[in-house]
């Protein structure tokens, strides 16, 4: 199970790939002084002038020349020297040799644990050079040398493990949370490097199925909430037909409840439609103002049948921006048509478009009896209705403005509402990063038609 880790992985197959890096390194280098060119040919020369100037040494100074010669070589060369004759008798000491000798040869051979013995005759024979002198230091003799750096790599080895290890780690203990439902979990991706981008990945995967299970569920409680009421005037209504002799109203009845059942899950359609998946937006160059004109001329018709005046300001003459176009218009429309269901006859409602540099401001002011100053919150709440005269006779099922605010929050926009005196409005800020052509345009008091 240990092994089975990416944290035990990196660390056995770093400390493998060293070990063999390091027997690798001693081979070569073993091999490349046994067969490197004219390796041997070169030791063999050096002893051979070694022997030749210790003969030349000895046979034209005698003992004295040939230990001064050998002091002067041993101060270059590590070991002891020794010349003898054919017999094994050290031409110095007088030392009788033949042991030494027979345990040398023409290569060198160990004479103990530390110590290694050569005898290098000369090309008569008359003579031989015994060489004791420290065991060359091999390739691997040198290897518990290079420990440090061994333990230097598991050290560093390790510490890239963690690294590694770590955070996958907790990605792996995110994503189990947010297996057991736990849709608020995010991943920490503040690493720039590939695991930073699977956690980035991760949280933009979470993110959509957040919404879409958060819009479904709402979409569930609240069709379950709104439709046991219309259901049950409904299955009254039916009951009603059955048995009052006056069919006619029954069936009008009857009909008045399933338009508001149509109305109702049409609009909790819009809502979930609202909140669907942001990439799969439609999202194009279009001007706000051409749209607000568009939504205007369609409303117009509605507010022409209570007597209501549509006026328009546009204090722009263009605002370009990126956005889904049907989006935003049902958003501007369900506001527009609210405010038209609250004016009162004979009134107007006021359009008002102003573009800044960054954002673009819609108003939308209708003349009614506005809502409670503690109602203002709640309004974009799904099936929120004020209470006072913005109640189920005059208004929908409460869904107008929050279809409105979902599709906003889509465009990084909001919406919020203040009571005029008389009257509410409800201000739509959308941001407009391109720069609008301003110019103030005269409020135009006609009534809209389409």
């Known amino acids: 199970m240990f092994v089975r880790s990416i944290f035990a992985k990196i660390l056995l197959w770093f400390f493998v790939t060293f070990i063999v890096c390091l027997a690798g390194i001693g081979y070569t280098n073993d091999l490349r002084n046994r067969f490197a060119p004219g390796r041997h040919d070169f030791f063999s020369r050096s002893v051979s002038l070694q ?15 040939l230990q001064a010669y050998f002091a002067r070589l041993e101060t ?6 020794a010349l003898v004759d054919e017999h094994g008798i050290d031409l110095v000491t007088g030392r009788d040799r033949s042991a030494d000798i027979n345990k040398a040869g023409p290569h060198w051979s160990p004479a103990s644990d530390s110590r290694m013995i050569l005898a290098w005759p000369t090309r008569d024979g008359k003579y031989k050079l015994i060489i004791d002198a420290p065991a060359p230091v091999g390739p691997w003799s040198a290897i518990p040398y290079f420990l440090w750096i061994a333990v230097a790599a598991v050290v560093f080895c390790y510490i890239l493990a963690v690294q590694l290890a770590a955070p996958l780690r907790t990605l792996e203990q995110t994503v189990e949370r947010f297996g057991r439902g736990d849709l608020e979990v995010r991943a920490k991706a503040k690493r720039q490097d590939e695991i930073g981008k699977l956690a980035r990945a991760f949280n933009v995967m979470a993110d959509r199925i957040q919404t879409l299970l958060t819009a479904e569920r709402r979409l569930l409680q609240d069709v379950s909430h709104e439709l046991r009421s219309p259901l049950a005037r409904l299955e009254f209504a039916v009951e009603l037909a059955k048995t009052s002799p006056d069919r006619s109203r029954a069936m009008a009845r009857i009909q008045k409840e399933v338009d508001r059942l149509s109305t109702l899950i049409s609009e909790l359609l819009q ?8 990439e799969s937006r439609n999202m194009v160059p279009l001007d706000l103002r051409d749209l607000l004109q568009d939504v205007v001329d369609d409303c117009a018709v509605e507010g022409e049948a209570r007597d209501v005046e549509l006026r328009v300001n546009t204090r722009a003459e263009s605002v370009q921006m990126q956005g889904d176009h049907e989006l935003l218009r049902r958003a501007i429309e ?11 006859e004979h009134s107007s409602v006021e359009i008002t478009l102003t573009a800044a540099a960054d954002k673009s401001i819609i108003e939308v002011r209708d003349f009614g009896p506005g809502v409670p100053e503690d109602s203002l919150p709640h309004l974009f709440r799904p099936f929120f209705r004020a209470e006072a005269d913005r109640n189920r006779n005059s208004g929908g099922v409460g869904l107008g403005l929050s279809i409105a605010q979902r599709a906003l929050a889509v465009h990084q926009g909001s919406i919020s509402a203040r009571n005029a005196l008389p009257g509410l409005v409800i201000a739509i800020e959308i941001p407009t990063p391109h720069s609008p052509q301003s110019g103030a345009a005269p409020l135009l008091p006609q009534r809209m038609r389409g």
């Open 51 to 65: 022997v030749s100037d210790a003969r030349e040494a000895y046979e034209t100074g005698g003992k004295p020349a």
């Open 76 to 81: 270059l060369m590590p070991g002891t020297h």
């Open 271 to 278: 809502v979930t439609r609202a909140e669907n998946d942001p």
């Open 334 to 344: 369900n506001v527009v048509r609210n405010a038209i269901r609250y004016a009162p």
